[in-house]
T-cell receptor, first 112, second 113 residues
Framework: DGGITQSPKYLFRKEGQNVTLSCEQN?????MYWYRQDPGQGLRLIYY???????QKGDIAEGYSVSREKKESFPLTVTSAQKNPTAFYLC???????????FGSGTRLTVV | KQEVTQIPAALSVPEGENLVLNCSFT??????LQWFRQDPGKGLTSLLL?????REQTSGRLNASLDKSSGRSTLYIAASQPGDSATYLC????????????FGPGTRLSVLP
C-alpha cells in the first residue's frame, strides 16, 4: 500500500543534541512538507519542498534544517538552536497540481 | 495573508445527533479546501477534498459544503457515533499554486454513548 512513513514514533533528545526525523513516501508525490503541532496552537509549517534538491522555509524554520536528495525522502533535523523542540512533528506530501495532502502518523519529540 | 478559523473549539453531543462543524477563511481565492480528522497522538486522515468549482462533497455520513464568496465551509456529520470522537481540522492553500496549506485550529468532538 502507498503511504507516508515517519520514524521513529517517539524520540527523546538531550539538550544540545541534534536529531533527525525521517519521512519517506511511496506515493510518487512531488511535494513534501513538515509541520509542527503544539497543544492549542494547531499546525505550523516548518519547511516544504516542491521538487527534488529544492526547499523553502515555512513560518517557523529557525532551528530546523531539511534536505531533499530523493523524491521519496524529506528528513528534518532539529538542531540545538531550536529553543523549544518538544512537540509533535507531522510530515505530509501532495501530488503536483491542485490536490490535497496525505499525512504520516507523526513523531513525538521530547527533550530531556 | 490567509487565516483559517473554526468554531466551535469543542463540541460534545449524545450519540445519534446530527451536527455541523464550521470553518472560515479570510481569502476567498482558494483552489480547494480539505477536511481532516485527527485522533489523539496520531497523524491527520483526509476526509473530504472540495475543489473550488464544487459546492459540496459527500462520503458516507459526512457532507462538506463550500461557499467561496462568504469564505465558509461546513462539515455535516449525520447520525453521530462514539467512533466519530476526534479533532476535525479544515485547511486551505496559502498560495496560488494550490498547495502549501494553512490549517484551522480544529474542533474537538466528543460523541457520548
Amino acid at each position: 500500500d502507498g503511504g507516508i512513513t515517519q520514524s521513529p514514533k517517539y524520540l527523546f533528545r538531550k539538550e544540545g543534541q541534534n536529531v533527525t526525523l525521517s519521512c519517506e513516501q511511496n506515493l510518487n508525490h512531488d511535494a513534501m512538507y513538515w509541520y509542527r503541532q503544539d497543544p492549542g496552537q494547531g499546525l505550523r509549517l516548518i519547511y516544504y519542498s516542491q521538487i527534488v534538491n529544492d526547499f523553502q522555509k515555512g513560518d517557523i524554520a529557525e532551528g530546523y534544517s531539511v534536505s531533499r536528495e530523493k523524491k521519496e525522502s524529506f528528513p528534518l533535523t532539529v538542531t540545538s538552536a531550536q529553543k523549544n523542540p518538544t512537540a509533535f512533528y507531522l510530515c505530509a506530501s501532495s501530488p503536483r497540481g491542485v490536490n490535497g495532502y496525505t499525512f504520516g502518523s507523526g513523531t513525538r519529540l521530547t527533550v530531556v | 495573508k490567509q487565516e483559517v478559523t473554526q468554531i466551535p473549539a469543542a463540541l460534545s453531543v449524545p450519540e445519534g445527533e446530527n451536527l455541523v462543524l464550521n470553518c472560515s477563511f479570510t481569502d476567498s481565492a482558494i483552489y480547494n479546501l480539505q477536511w481532516f480528522r485527527q485522533d489523539p497522538g496520531k497523524g491527520l486522515t483526509s476526509l473530504l477534498l472540495i475543489q473550488s468549482s464544487q459546492r459540496e462533497q459527500t462520503s458516507g455520513r459526512l457532507n462538506a459544503s463550500l461557499d467561496k464568496s462568504s469564505g465558509r465551509s461546513t462539515l455535516y456529520i449525520a447520525a453521530s457515533q462514539p467512533g466519530d470522537s476526534a479533532t476535525y481540522l479544515c485547511a486551505v492553500p496559502r498560495d496560488n499554486y494550490g498547495q502549501n496549506f494553512v490549517f484551522g485550529p480544529g474542533t474537538r468532538l466528543s460523541v457520548l454513548p
